[in-house]
């Protein structure tokens, strides 16, 4: 098994000689860098100034969707409209990010549910895979734009505490973009590539390295401990704030300013182009004071002055809370900081002196600096897409699956548990559960490919997991575990977790198919990613719809005594229009009908509980 590379336009299967790019989508900017006569380099914008790409997603009155810094400048002037910071939404649900409300401006879809994320722009849903994908294709075109060429195959860095789900949501906006993405990556390991840590070619003493890669950007911070050896990377700690960043330090030094002119605070929200034009001067006057001692400027017809000493006492209290995750990681990996070998930089924030020095002397040795701290993941990246590429002949290129792995969910979608151009051997597995009171059988159906709907990937095998004891829909626990081996042989095992119910089946899933069909199955993939993607959405949001039907008519039932009849009324009402949606064609009427259920009967359900806790309170009910 190797990699398969594809060419978008021919439709032909490709060796791997040709460009991969390497891209950062970062939570406040992303990135794309490529191998140019056998070194990496960031593309840069048409003026050539900045490689950076603001991750923010403007759109237009005119259904215009805009991408980087212009969607940038419309956050102040048009929040509800612009979406900044996906990437703290991606592979996540409702539940997952309730408590991130007030952070965003722009509107999440509040189902109450475990489904993932969406965002409501007007009267239309998105995914925060469709937002991420209209950020790759700015870079996309930024990047072909650079080549004159089309440019199809990507290598896309996820943070190292990313999880399946994460991961697999970068994959698939990858894919709606137009990527053939052929692997995601650490960005502490892009990072620690950058500065030819871990690649053999420049790094040859063969000894293992304990490494850490701290990354401080705008608004997150990260630390990663990683092992190297022999040219692999394992993750040995994470650790970060998911909230902490360059934006603290310029907030800091608003409220210093303010508090030396006499200001309220609260002019930060009740004059906004007054707090836009107050932060942006924190800012620059920090990025002035990583070189100068001193800054100053005027703000409207006062001067506001920083030392570089004033700004160091302002930020010591962000930056001691930086160096509290380095020692919980540091503790996660049972490491002391000098069995540190070497300390990576990343992030734009790490160009601050105090930052350097406090990390230098906390880890007791100088730190890797000396590249652009916002380009090094990108930078990275690309040496990883060259390496796939096959043009750093020194190092393994590791077998990897071909092709997706996965087995077939509600609807016939496809729920893919060991994804392509994983490294074999591998062992995934996913938790399922019944959909219907009593269920006693459950039908796996093994499927192989990258379509959304399993009806267009390829069977491999299916198996009935039979003589589950009864139990309401929900309640059982179905562990479903892919175990690929060396050889390629994959086991499928459902195990049903309260009675140990077992069952398992083997298939050899590169059996029966030529390179050529599977490279037509990725063209397939990419070329329909965009129709798969909103049948999935359909799908997937009336499966919601008749979720929440099914609580909705429960909850009428059960609290007939508390509602009045304008509410019985309203309700049905709401309910009957959820009804009629989730038997029509658009998902976004769907999620319309869902957001105005809830809004309606949130008060309600919020007065429910409050009845029932004061009747326990009275000792009526226990
Ligand atoms: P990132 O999220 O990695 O792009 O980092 C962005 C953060 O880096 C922002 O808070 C910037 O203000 C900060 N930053 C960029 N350049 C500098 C600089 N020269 N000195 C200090 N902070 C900087």
New binding site residues.
């Given amino acids: 098994m190797a990699t398969i590379a594809i060419n978008l336009k021919e439709g032909t299967i490709e060796s791997t000689q040709d460009v991969i790019v390497g891209i950062d989508l970062?939570?406040?900017?992303s990135l794309v860098a490529y191998m140019k006569e056998g070194r990496p380099v960031c593309v840069k914008d048409s003026n050539g100034q900045s490689a950076?790409v603001p991750s923010v997603v403007h759109f237009a009155e005119n259904e215009e969707i805009i991408v980087g810094d212009a969607a940038k400048k419309k956050l102040i002037s048009d929040p509800g409209n612009t979406i900044y910071s996906v990437k703290r939404l991606m592979g996540k649900s409702f539940r997952d990010v309730q408590n991130l409300e007030g952070f965003f401006g722009y509107r999440i879809l509040d189902d109450d549910t475990e489904s993932l994320v969406k965002v409501r722009v007007k009267d239309r849903f998105y995914t925060p895979i469709e937002l991420s994908a209209c950020i790759l294709r700015e870079l996309k075109t930024r990047i072909e734009q650079e080549l004159k060429a089309s440019v199809s195959k990507a290598v896309i860095t996820v943070p190292a505490y990313f999880n399946d789900n994460q991961r697999q949501a970068t994959r698939d906006a990858g894919k709606l973009a137009g990527f053939d993405v052929l692997r995601i990556v650490n960005e502490p390991t892009a990072a620690a590539l950058a500065y030819g840590i871990g690649n053999p070619q420049q790094d040859n003493s063969g000894e293992p390295e304990t490494i850490a890669v701290y990354d401080l950007?705008?608004?997150t911070f990260d630390i990663s401990m990683l092992k190297i050896e022999n040219g692999v990377f394992e993750v040995l700690a994470t650790n970060g704030d998911t909230f902490l960043?360059?934006?603290d330090?310029?907030q800091a030094i608003v409220s210093f300013w303010l508090k030396q002119l006499n200001i309220e605070m609260k002019i930060l929200t009740e004059e906004k182009d007054f707090g836009q034009k107050i932060r942006l001067l924190a800012?620059s006057a920090?990025?002035a004071l990583?070189t100068a001692e001193v800054f100053e400027d005027d703000l409207n017809g006062k001067t506001v002055r920083l030392t570089r000493r004033e700004l160091d006492t302002l930020i010591t209290p962000l930056v001691e809370r930086t160096l509290d995750c380095c020692k919980n990681a540091l503790r996660d990996a049972q490491l002391t900081p000098n069995q540190i070998d070497k300390v990576v930089m990343v992030?734009?924030?790490t160009?601050?002196p105090l930052v350097i020095n406090t990390v230098s002397g906390f880890f007791g040795r100088p730190v890797f600096n000396n590249l652009d701290?916002?380009e090094v993941v990108a930078l990275g990246a690309s040496i990883q897409a060259d390496i796939l590429a096959g043009n750093q002949k020194d190092l393994l290129l590791l077998d990897v699956t071909p092709l997706s792995l996965g087995i077939e969910t509600i609807g016939g979608l496809m729920d893919v548990i060991i994804p392509r151009n994983s490294k074999i051997p591998i062992r995934a597995g996913r938790q399922y559960t019944t959909s219907v009171d009593g269920q006693k059988n459950l039908k796996i159906s093994v499927f192989q490919g990258e379509r959304d709907l399993v009806e267009h990937n390829r069977k491999l095998g299916e198996f009935i997991l039979q003589g589950i004891p009864p139990m309401p829909a929900g309640l059982p626990k179905i562990d479903i575990q892919f175990i690929l081996n060396a050889d390629g042989i994959l086991t499928v095992r459902a195990r049903e977790l309260r009675s140990n119910l077992e069952q398992e089946i083997d298939i050899r899933p590169t059996y029966g198919i030529s390179e050529e069909e599977m490279g037509l199955m990725l063209l397939e993939s990419i070329r329909n990613a965009q129709a798969d993607m909103q049948i999935r959405g359909l799908l997937e949001a009336r499966n919601e719809a008749n979720n929440i039907l099914l609580g909705g008519e429960k909850f009428l039932s059960q609290n007939t005594q508390i509602l009045d009849e304008t509410e019985k009324t309203t309700i049905n009402a709401l309910l009957n229009t959820l009804r009629e949606a989730a038997s029509g064609q658009d998902k976004d009427i769907i999620h319309g009908a869902i957001d105005d259920l809830n809004t309606y009967t949130m008060p309600i359900a919020h007065r429910a509980m409050d009845i029932t806790i004061r009747e326990v309170m009275k000792g009526k009910k226990v």
Avoid: C, H, Y
């Fill in positions: 970062g939570t406040t900017n950076l950007g705008g608004g960043g360059g934006d330090f310029d800012e920090k990025k990583s992030g734009g924030s160009r601050v701290p916002d």
